[in-house]
């Protein structure tokens, strides 16, 4: 009966032990616990905010895309309107140049051309958008002849006859 208390003692001893050994190492894994789940709070709320930053900065960039579209269309406007302008000025000079040509080789023909009895008519342009069938005011002017109108110009034949 001794050793059966005995024994009896030494598994109440080691029960005891073992149970104090089961809170001394549970109270650090429960902390270890608290810590992983913070963790896992601190890594979800950083990639929620990376998250937002990408979305915010993806919407920035729609913006800015969208704005460079906006700039590059009416620089490309611009050109045309330029380039249509040119247009515009380069067929006046055009004009210009025949009626030089005509009026020299008028007077190399030994016509007499007095400047103050030429008679022009009053709108040698024409806007281009009535020449296309439009009625817009604000269009290119033209000129309304290539050549000048001879017919309108009182000129002195006398070294012809």
């Known amino acids: ?63 800015v895309k969208m704005e460079a579209s906006h700039y590059k269309r009416m ?31 008028l007077l190399a023909l030994g016509v007499d051309i007095n400047i103050n009895e030429l008679e022009f008519p009053q709108d040698l342009l024409l806007n281009r958008s009535e020449q296309n069938g439009e009625n817009d005011q604000s269009s290119s002017k033209r000129r309304l002849q290539s050549l000048p109108l001879i017919c309108s110009m009182r000129c002195n034949f006398r070294s012809l006859l």
Request: proline fraction near 1%; hydrophobic fraction near 40%.
């Open 1 to 63: 009966m001794v050793e059966t208390r005995t024994a009896s003692l030494m598994e109440e001893a080691d029960i005891t032990a073992m149970k104090e050994t089961h809170r001394a190492q549970h109270t650090p894994l429960q902390q270890l616990h608290a810590e992983l789940d913070q963790e896992k709070e601190a890594s979800a709320t950083a990639a929620s905010e990376a998250m937002d930053m990408i979305l915010r900065l993806q919407g920035k960039k729609a913006a």
């Open 75 to 105: 620089a490309e406007e611009k050109i045309g309107h330029a380039e249509e302008t040119l247009e515009v000025f380069e067929e006046l000079m055009y004009q210009k140049e025949i009626e030089n040509t005509t009026l020299e080789k």
